[in-house]
């Protein structure tokens, strides 16, 4: 009773693809797509050419983040070519996980690959996740070896954040898989209820549970333009994922309270008896010191407490997750 509950909320949520009857296909492609026009032709016939080996019907679905050039130009154009082409157009710029939710309600196939439209994930590997798929594999991600034409930067907080996450996390998402990878339907229609609007999709995907296997492959460079994810939105990601899956930095108030009230113990001490036995006066710099660090540790922990209050904030003013401007379909 009550999936269908969150069934109903859904469908109330989701604006209505076509009026055409649905007509489905096995494999739905989904590319999140911001601002890669120079990327976009070379992605479609790399795609076409790995899709059409297969001996399955596809689509391949672009969505438009707010691309402020060409991109939604070429798309349009490879729509009118090409029936299997379509594209969902936001109104403006939602992100990169957003997109990727967008693409999964739309989506039409029995199986959905997502896939970024900048060519670092090849599109040859796709055979290969289909492969485990027939196998009975209900998520197959698409995990790197190795990453071409990343900065060092880039590389070693990569590191750090999957490492962390692994920490302070009660689910077990993979080291080094990006959102890479093919969900079988029954996972994407999972994944289509939950609305949550900081959304971290290769964590939700492992949440969901269901055959999860992995494949090899090697990380590309970007075929052109730069990176999407500046440092800014890098934080911003990595905090979402953290307070979609862990109270532990919460926690760490209490620990590091408990810390503190068990040092001033000893402080308490040490100043009882310098007093009795030398009579020195803890001074003014220790008292300063103190009053100093306590504040700022307070204020990191309101800090903290911010973080999950903004997003408790944004998930109860439940927005739609996108705004959708046109749709090729
Ligand atoms: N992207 C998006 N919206 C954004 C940022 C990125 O749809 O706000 C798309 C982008 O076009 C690309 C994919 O998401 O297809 C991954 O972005 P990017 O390659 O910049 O990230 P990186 O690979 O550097 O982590
Ligand atoms: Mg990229």
């Known amino acids: 009773m009550e999936g269908q509950q969150a069934k109903i909320s859904l469908l109330e949520q989701k604006p209505v693809r076509s009026a055409l009857p649905e007509e ?54 490879l ?10 157009n936001f109104s403006r710029n939602f992100g990169h996980q957003i997109a990727i939710s967008a693409g999964l309600d739309y989506a039409r196939g029995q199986v ?11 599109p040859e590997v796709i055979p290969g996740l289909i492969e485990r798929w027939k196998k009975g594999a209900e998520v197959v991600y698409a995990q790197r070896t190795k990453r071409e034409g990343e900065t060092l930067f880039k590389l070693l907080t990569a590191a750090a954040f999957y490492r962390l996450i692994e920490r302070i996390t009660s689910i077990d998402i993979p080291c ?10 029954r996972v994407v229609d999972v994944l289509i209820l939950m609305r949550e609007q900081h959304r971290f999709m290769r964590g939700l995907s492992v949440w969901a549970g269901f055959r999860q296997e992995a494949v090899l492959y090697e990380r590309h460079e ?7 994810y500046p440092l ?45 036995f030398t009579g ?22 309101l800090g903290i407490i911010g973080e999950y209050l903004g997003r408790i904030y944004d998930e109860v003013r439940a927005r739609p997750l996108y705004i959708i401007h046109d749709v090729l379909d």
Request: avoid cysteine; glycine fraction near 6%.
């Open 79 to 88: 729509h009118r070519q090409d029936p299997r082409v379509h594209a969902i």
């Open 222 to 228: 970007r075929f052109a333009g730069s990176t999407k």
């Open 112 to 122: 959905v690959i997502i896939l970024d439209a900048d060519l670092q994930d090849p």
């Open 280 to 301: 020195a006066i803890v001074g003014q710099a220790s008292t300063l010191i103190l009053v100093l660090f306590l504040g700022g540790i307070q204020l990191i922990f």
């Open 176 to 185: 080094d898989t990006g959102d890479f990878r093919l969900l079988d339907r």
């Open 24 to 77: 489905s296909v096995t494999y739905s492609i989904v590319a999140p797509v911001f601002n890669e026009e120079e990327t976009l032709p070379h992605f479609y016939k790399r795609v076409i050419a790995v899709m059409e080996s297969q001996a399955e019907s596809f689509e391949l679905l672009f969505v438009n983040d707010g691309s402020r050039d060409g991109s939604f130009r070429i798309m349009q154009e």
């Open 232 to 276: 800014s939105k890098m934080i911003r990601f990595s905090l979402d994922a953290i307070t979609s899956f862990s109270h532990v930095p919460l926690q760490l108030a209490t620990s590091s309270g408990l810390l503190l009230a068990g040092l001033s113990l000893i402080g308490i001490g040490i100043a009882v008896i310098l007093r009795l």
